[in-house]
């Protein structure tokens, strides 16, 4: 991967569907979703956004706090344009556990594009993109200021569209009753 392309991986709000646990911990085989995840990454290109850093510590990537808390997914995908190193940010959630590594090698830099999304049965999937990280500081400004979906952050910036080969690395585990038809189980292990 270019060394301007970082990605972080949005470790997500309160987990209320999944009774509280956190579903990047969720194991198969003994390893996590978020292990999975982050092996398929560049090692040393990695970075966490969330608030919740105890469980995550012993993966030894860096961790950054939401810079605007209580604003959702849009508010830590502006933490994760601030927090990077890099022209660019790969965003993931930490929920995909059928993530593969040609979705995630799509994500290249366009020239004149803000972001890079992948659309997969006719829905976007703002949690598998590519932002320019010049954009972050007018990005905080309008989250700051109101509740912004994904859709709204979009507006003004130019949208490069991929289409999805399949929808199943786009798949996430929303609730128990998903988690146990792939087989993941609640877990502590990363």
Same mark, same amino acid.
């Given at each position: @991967?270019?060394?301007?392309?970082?990605?972080?991986?949005?470790? $997500? $709000?309160?987990?209320?569907?999944?009774?509280?646990?956190?579903?990047?911990?969720?194991?198969?085989? #003994?390893?996590?979703?978020?292990?999975?995840?982050?092996?398929?990454?560049?090692? #040393?290109?990695?970075?966490?956004? #969330?608030? &919740?850093?105890?469980?995550?510590?012993?993966?030894?990537? %860096?961790?950054?706090?939401?810079?605007?808390?209580? !604003?959702?997914? %849009?508010?830590?995908? =502006?933490?994760?344009?601030?927090?990077?190193?890099?022209? /660019? =940010?790969?965003?993931?959630?930490?929920?995909?556990?059928? @993530?593969?590594?040609?979705?995630?090698?799509?994500?290249?830099?366009?020239?004149?594009?803000?972001?890079?999304? *992948?659309?997969?049965?006719?829905?976007?999937?703002?949690?598998?993109?590519? /932002?320019?990280?010049?954009? $972050?500081?007018?990005?905080? &400004?309008? =989250?700051? *200021?109101?509740?912004?979906?994904? !859709?709204?952050?979009?507006?003004?910036?130019?949208?490069? /569209?991929?289409?999805?080969?399949?929808?199943?690395?786009? *798949?996430?585990?929303?609730?128990?009753?998903?988690?146990?038809?792939?087989?993941?189980?609640?877990?502590? @292990?990363?």
């Amino acid at each position: @991967m270019p060394q301007d392309i970082s990605t972080a991986i949005l470790m $997500g $709000g309160r987990s209320r569907r999944m009774g509280g646990l956190k579903k990047a911990l969720f194991v198969r085989d #003994g390893i996590s979703v978020i292990r999975r995840t982050v092996d398929l990454c560049e090692q #040393g290109s990695i970075f966490l956004v #969330g608030n &919740e850093k105890s469980a995550y510590r012993n993966l030894g990537i %860096p961790i950054f706090e939401d810079k605007v808390p209580g !604003k959702g997914a %849009p508010g830590a995908l =502006v933490t994760a344009l601030l927090s990077a190193q890099t022209k /660019w =940010v790969r965003v993931l959630a930490c929920d995909l556990p059928c @993530m593969d590594k040609k979705t995630l090698d799509g994500l290249q830099p366009m020239p004149r594009t803000d972001v890079r999304l *992948y659309r997969a049965d006719g829905k976007p999937q703002y949690l598998v993109s590519l /932002w320019r990280t010049e954009i $972050g500081p007018e990005l905080l &400004e309008r =989250v700051r *200021y109101a509740n912004l979906s994904f !859709k709204d952050l979009l507006d003004g910036l130019s949208v490069d /569209w991929l289409a999805a080969d399949s929808p199943d690395p786009f *798949y996430n585990m929303n609730d128990m009753e998903s988690a146990k038809q792939m087989r993941f189980s609640p877990g502590q @292990m990363v």
